[in-house]
């Protein structure tokens, strides 16, 4: 007994298909079952449901990150992600305090300040917007605003562009862009992430790693929010914001799929998975099943009022390899929807249909106008 497998192409396996579009292909394989095969550069099995996402998210022993996807790209392989037992936990006990909802909440009015600064007037274009915004604020919760903003820039944008972009490696930018972090780190005001970071052994590759896995996360689920509100103004209000980001991270959540290699042989649903082999949990496809989630596919903020479907709802994945920057992504989304209650946000263009690349991202242009 194996797992079913979306039909190959002779010579590549599912190679080619995961290189021009996955999001279809991982469409084909969840409508074959919960759990599915592909033949990518190693073979490789897919699961979306709750069971699935337990087993794999429950086990950093078997599922590991070292041999992962994370490794394939030099902005997310290392620091923590690219940490396995028995280091990773004493490092996320390192790191946690420091990102925790509470320490995070004086990071508040700085990234209020910057939102209502950069609030913009008339037409624009909110995936632009939210990435220059979300730059801004890292540079100022990292480093209070201490960092050369056009080498921040010019590092991440590699993180917003198509495949293989992310994955090249670029050895003068890193150098340049570890050798601005060592100053950075060294200048940080006390109560930034960057002067707590700088007192851990290999704080440089974390912060490194952290803006990284920041940034275009975070951008792009500001922009998909700020397209959702655009319209409904009683979004942007203190008692409907944190279900509208909730509905937003679940219908496009920008960690679209998480990956490990399996370290043993093991068994799901009595089948064998092989050592070796690249397991995958993908939040999108869990978040749009439709026998988890009433009309999947329509923006209904109201669903949260239910309760969750254990492991059924992981924009931020979950166990002990959970994202460390969840509470602070949630307060920049948080504050920046909350700096544009009382104007009024309209739709001038675009369609919020995804695109997979190594996160989530808007697949073209979300023209709105903000009046006041
Ligand atoms: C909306 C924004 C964000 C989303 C949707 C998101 C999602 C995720 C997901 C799904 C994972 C697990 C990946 C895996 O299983 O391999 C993860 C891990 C991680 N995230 Fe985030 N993230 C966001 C923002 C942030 C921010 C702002 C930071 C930094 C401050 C951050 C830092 C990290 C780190 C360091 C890890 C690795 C944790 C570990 O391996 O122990 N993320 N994130």
Redesign the pocket.
Request: glycine share 8%.
């Given at each position: 007994m194996n797992f079913p497998a979306p039909k190959t192409q002779p010579g590549v396996g599912h190679l080619g298909r995961w290189g021009r579009a996955p999001l279809p292909l991982l469409e084909e394989g969840a409508a074959l079952g919960p759990v599915f095969r592909l033949q990518l550069w190693r073979p490789t099995v897919v699961g979306y449901s709750p069971d699935w996402n337990r087993f794999v998210?429950g086990d950093v022993l078997t599922f590991r990150?070292k041999g992962?996807m994370?490794g394939l790209s030099p902005y997310l392989g290392a620091?923590?992600?690219r940490?396995d037992e028995p280091d990773?936990r004493p490092?996320?006990r390192e790191?946690n305090p420091h990102?925790t909802h509470r320490s995070v909440q004086d990071l508040r009015p700085c990234i209020a300040d910057i939102a209502v600064r950069r609030l913009p007037l008339g037409p624009f274009d909110a995936v632009a917007w939210a990435a220059a915004t979300v730059r801004e604020i890292?540079a100022a919760t990292f480093f209070g605003g201490l960092f050369p903003p056009r080498l921040l820039a010019q590092f991440l944008r590699p993180l917003d562009r198509a495949l293989p972009a992310p994955l090249l490696r670029r050895p003068w930018l890193f150098h340049r862009m570890n050798r601005a972090l060592a100053h950075a780190l060294a200048i940080a005001p006390s109560g930034t992430?960057g002067a707590a970071l700088r007192e851990l052994p290999g704080g440089l590759e974390?912060a490194r790693?952290?803006?990284s896995?920041?940034?275009d996360?975070?951008a792009?689920?500001?922009a998909w929010l700020l397209f959702h509100a655009a319209g409904h103004p009683w979004w942007c209000e203190p008692d409907m914001r944190e279900a509208v980001i909730d509905e937003v991270?679940r219908l496009y959540?920008?960690?679209w799929l998480?990956?490990?290699r399996c370290a043993e042989d093991t068994e799901f649903a009595g089948v064998t998975i092989a050592r070796g082999t690249l397991v995958l949990?993908s939040?999108y496809l869990t978040h749009r099943d439709p026998t988890l989630w009433k009309e999947p596919l329509s923006f209904h903020p109201g669903r949260f009022a239910d309760p969750l479907p254990p492991w059924g709802y992981?924009?931020?994945?979950a166990g002990?390899?959970?994202?460390?920057?969840?509470p602070?992504?949630?307060l920049?989304?948080d504050s920046v929807l909350s700096a544009f209650a009382g104007s009024q946000l309209d739709h001038v263009q675009g369609d919020p249909r995804p695109r997979a690349a190594i996160?989530l991202a808007p697949a073209e242009p979300l023209l709105l106008r903000r009046k006041v």
């Amino acid at each position: 007994m194996n797992f079913p497998a979306p039909k190959t192409q002779p010579g590549v396996g599912h190679l080619g298909r995961w290189g021009r579009a996955p999001l279809p292909l991982l469409e084909e394989g969840a409508a074959l079952g919960p759990v599915f095969r592909l033949q990518l550069w190693r073979p490789t099995v897919v699961g979306y449901s709750p069971d699935w996402n337990r087993f794999v998210l429950g086990d950093v022993l078997t599922f590991r990150s070292k041999g992962s996807m994370s490794g394939l790209s030099p902005y997310l392989g290392a620091g923590v992600v690219r940490t396995d037992e028995p280091d990773h936990r004493p490092r996320r006990r390192e790191l946690n305090p420091h990102f925790t909802h509470r320490s995070v909440q004086d990071l508040r009015p700085c990234i209020a300040d910057i939102a209502v600064r950069r609030l913009p007037l008339g037409p624009f274009d909110a995936v632009a917007w939210a990435a220059a915004t979300v730059r801004e604020i890292l540079a100022a919760t990292f480093f209070g605003g201490l960092f050369p903003p056009r080498l921040l820039a010019q590092f991440l944008r590699p993180l917003d562009r198509a495949l293989p972009a992310p994955l090249l490696r670029r050895p003068w930018l890193f150098h340049r862009m570890n050798r601005a972090l060592a100053h950075a780190l060294a200048i940080a005001p006390s109560g930034t992430l960057g002067a707590a970071l700088r007192e851990l052994p290999g704080g440089l590759e974390e912060a490194r790693v952290a803006l990284s896995a920041g940034y275009d996360t975070t951008a792009h689920t500001l922009a998909w929010l700020l397209f959702h509100a655009a319209g409904h103004p009683w979004w942007c209000e203190p008692d409907m914001r944190e279900a509208v980001i909730d509905e937003v991270l679940r219908l496009y959540p920008a960690g679209w799929l998480g990956s490990r290699r399996c370290a043993e042989d093991t068994e799901f649903a009595g089948v064998t998975i092989a050592r070796g082999t690249l397991v995958l949990y993908s939040p999108y496809l869990t978040h749009r099943d439709p026998t988890l989630w009433k009309e999947p596919l329509s923006f209904h903020p109201g669903r949260f009022a239910d309760p969750l479907p254990p492991w059924g709802y992981i924009p931020f994945a979950a166990g002990e390899r959970t994202c460390l920057g969840r509470p602070l992504a949630r307060l920049i989304l948080d504050s920046v929807l909350s700096a544009f209650a009382g104007s009024q946000l309209d739709h001038v263009q675009g369609d919020p249909r995804p695109r997979a690349a190594i996160t989530l991202a808007p697949a073209e242009p979300l023209l709105l106008r903000r009046k006041v």
